[in-house]
């Protein structure tokens, strides 16, 4: 039987699932509207569309070391509480996601929810992510993922409140024994407590320090307008030091530091010379759940006054 619009127009409004998503099941069921609609709600998306609007802004962060510790993923799923965050099925399929994305040959989330389930093959990584709606009853999110490599050395990870962020480094190591795994993953602790920018200075973009330094050099001037260039230029270049000395992992002051004072690639360096090691912090990947998400702002005692008020 063709499938019209009308038919697709009609399950959508007895569903509330997506037009597509209608299209599909009205072509698999050969029309049939009762066996298209059953054949939605298996696939958890006539519950998870109505659901689809709601705000996603909580959830885990978590990380799969793989192949001895030279590959790694770390992903972020979203849920709408912090409650469903801590539920078992959640966070087993939380698992099962960061499982798929260590193996994935997705080059971006629009590619990997578009794969194949490797649980269940029948499903793409959307569908089964729409059963999983369905099951839990919160709108939910496979937000991003990212996978790193490092065949001369290892990747390290971290988790932190488990699962409120999640860390990865890139170490490049000729040597790996426990003191330098402890020390890869105390740099990964620094990343996770102090929220660097950037590995190094070297990353810092020049288009960046160039228009820093001109912001700078206006406000020292307007400090300071008696003073000669030398003066200016040392004023910016040490404020330029400092905000560098907060945004790059390697130039932070480390924070297990004994004297409040040695940065983190002192603190390298020096792990590395007593293990006779030649070590680089290559790069990290930090993920904080919800992150960059424009939560709802409930506003409780408003919302119990209107209903005492019976609106």
């Known amino acids: 039987m063709a499938v019209t619009a009308a038919m697709v127009k009609e399950l959508r409004e007895m569903t509330g699932a997506g037009m597509m998503d209608c299209k599909k099941a009205l072509t698999a069921t050969d029309g049939d509207m009762d066996a298209a609609i059953e054949f939605l709600r298996e696939k958890g998306l006539a519950s998870a569309t109505k659901k689809a609007g709601r705000i996603a802004a909580e959830g885990l962060c978590t990380t799969k070391v793989v192949d001895d510790g030279k590959k790694a993923v770390i992903v972020e799923v979203n849920a709408e509480t912090d409650f469903v965050a801590k539920n078992e099925k959640f966070q087993t399929y939380v698992a099962q996601v960061a499982d798929q994305a260590a193996k994935t040959e997705a080059k971006d989330i629009e ?140 130039d932070q002051v480390y924070v297990k530091a004994e004297d409040g004072k040695q940065p983190v690639n002192k603190y390298v360096a020096e792990v590395a010379k007593a293990n006779g090691a030649k070590i680089k912090i290559k790069g990290f990947v930090r993920y904080e759940t919800g992150e960059g998400i424009e939560k709802k702002e409930e506003n409780f005692a408003e919302e119990v006054a209107k209903q005492m008020a019976g609106n």
């Open 111 to 250: 590619e990997f929810l578009a794969e194949k389930w490797e649980l269940d093959p029948s499903m793409t990584v959307k569908e089964a992510l729409a059963a999983q709606i369905a099951v839990i009853g919160e709108n939910m999110n496979i937000r991003r993922f990212a996978q790193v490599t490092e065949e001369n050395g290892f990747v390290a990870s971290y988790i932190h409140a488990g699962g409120k962020i999640a860390v990865l480094v890139d170490v490049e190591t000729d040597v790996v024994n426990d003191a330098v795994k402890e020390m890869v993953k105390n740099v990964a602790m620094q990343a996770a407590a102090l929220k660097p920018m950037y590995t190094s200075r070297e990353e810092v973009d020049a288009e960046y320090i160039e228009k820093e330094k001109e912001i700078l050099t206006a406000a020292a001037k307007n400090e300071k307008p008696d003073a000669n260039d030398k003066i200016i230029s040392g004023m910016v270049m040490g404020r330029i030091n400092k905000e560098l000395k907060e945004i790059c992992l390697m």
